[in-house]
């Protein structure tokens, strides 16, 4: 009988900041809970917390050894105060009843509620994709750095970096950022990268004729965005750099959004760009159709916004894109990836948020387009995903965590 069989199963409490509709708990949070569970011995189980707006909106999640507990969103405030205080007690108590061992806390907004709860019950800390959110939510504008939230939550960064038996870092820059930020910790470190399911995210996927067909994107430069606007990423820059896109490619180019803003939210930053509605596809639609879009596309944009609190994360987006082969567009100094775009010449990283900017990058990427066939890009950059975002380092990470 192997070691693995001879332990005992586990339980861990996973705690997440978002909906189970939302693509962090789907393709971000998901694919490392099975990971998690495939470290553990037969027979465990995680409860995984959620935080749903009030209405029908919640997606049960319902898979082998995952128990999904949903609760009321509330934003940081009175409001959410008190949405903290109560879900804190009510996780306490489970944690009992559960036995259940580890609290596993995904980024540190959900990392105040996980402390808590660690401390009332002296069970371990994980924190999960340790980032400096308050100081992030700061350099975007946000909050206001003399606010009580970025206050409250930058006390709370401080108390999980010392707490924690584990951090589990974006990048490898995040230990030395935390040593300057929130003073020494004893916890056992790792760098995880965000990771992409590189068998859905992979040539089959790519310019599928009647999905080209279906969207009458035929023979078209389509350029792609997927994801939100505003808040830690820009808005009307995007919508001014596929201008400098349409006015290098002419007619032939077009916009694919996947976004889950409403057209009419979009319709004032197209105009205010001199873009035309109709080059426009807008689609909110599941996760599990992203690829089959994403696909469609010559290029993509990572327009998240160029403050120092981003060296430290790393967008979920970059690796679909890499894994579907397409260069990318990305502002300066985006975790390691504006970096590996650069060395490796597979997009352009936007030096300035202006015409000139825009122009540059377009003609960077004009001439990857140029200078190789779909097919060629695709087998160049792909390569990009599986030496930089393969998940066999996430699941070397949850097997020293979970498997030991």
Not at 12 to 30: E, F, G, K, M, N
Not at 222 to 242: C, H, P, R, S
């Amino acid at each position: 009988m192997s070691t693995k069989e001879q332990r005992g199963p586990k339980a861990v409490l996973v705690i997440t900041y978002w909906s189970s509709a939302d693509a962090l708990v789907r393709t971000y949070t998901l694919p490392y809970v099975r990971m998690m569970l495939r470290a553990m011995p037969p027979g465990s189980r995680v409860y995984l917390v959620t935080l749903e707006k009030p209405g029908p909106t919640c997606q049960r999640i319902e898979e082998d050894g995952i128990i999904h507990l949903p609760f009321t969103y509330h934003a940081l405030g009175l409001a959410g105060a008190a949405m903290i205080a109560g879900l804190t007690w009510r996780l306490t108590r489970l944690v009992r009843r559960y036995r259940i061992d580890t609290v596993h806390a995904w980024c540190t907004p959900a990392g105040m509620v996980g402390y808590i709860v660690s401390v009332l019950t002296g069970r371990p800390l994980v924190i999960d994709s340790f980032e400096p959110h308050a100081e992030a939510m700061v350099e975007n504008g946000t909050w206001r750095r003399s606010g009580m939230a970025h206050r409250l939550l930058f006390l709370f960064e401080r108390l999980q970096a010392r707490r924690a038996r584990v951090l589990i870092a974006a990048t490898d820059g995040m230990r030395a950022y935390a040593a300057r930020s929130y003073g020494p910790t004893t916890a056992r470190w790792y760098t995880k990268p965000a990771c992409v399911d590189v068998l859905r995210f992979a040539e089959q996927e790519v310019k599928r004729p009647d999905k080209l067909r279906e969207l009458g994107l035929e023979g078209r430069i389509v350029g792609l965005y997927a994801g939100k606007l505003g808040g830690i990423y820009l808005d009307q820059e995007v919508f001014d750099l596929f201008r400098a896109a349409r006015d290098h490619w002419g007619e032939n180019f077009r916009v694919l959004l996947l976004t889950p803003h409403p057209v009419s939210e979009l319709e004032p930053m197209m105009a205010r760009a001199g873009l035309d509605r109709s080059i426009f596809t807008v689609r909110s639609v599941p996760h599990e159709e992203v690829p089959g879009l994403m696909g469609l596309a010559d290029f993509a944009v990572t327009p998240v916004k160029p403050v120092p609190s981003k060296r430290y994360c790393t967008p979920v987006k970059d690796g679909e894109y890499w894994a579907l082969g397409l260069p990318v567009i990305i502002t300066r100094d985006i975790s390691d990836d504006s970096g590996i775009i650069r060395e490796h010449g597979i997009g352009s990283v936007l030096e300035s948020l202006d015409r000139p900017g825009y122009e540059k990058a377009v003609k960077e990427v004009a001439a990857l387009l140029d200078g190789a066939s779909r097919k060629e890009l695709y087998q160049r950059i792909r390569q990009i995903a599986l030496r930089y975002r393969s998940s066999d380092r996430a699941e070397r990470i949850y097997q020293e965590i979970y498997g030991e």
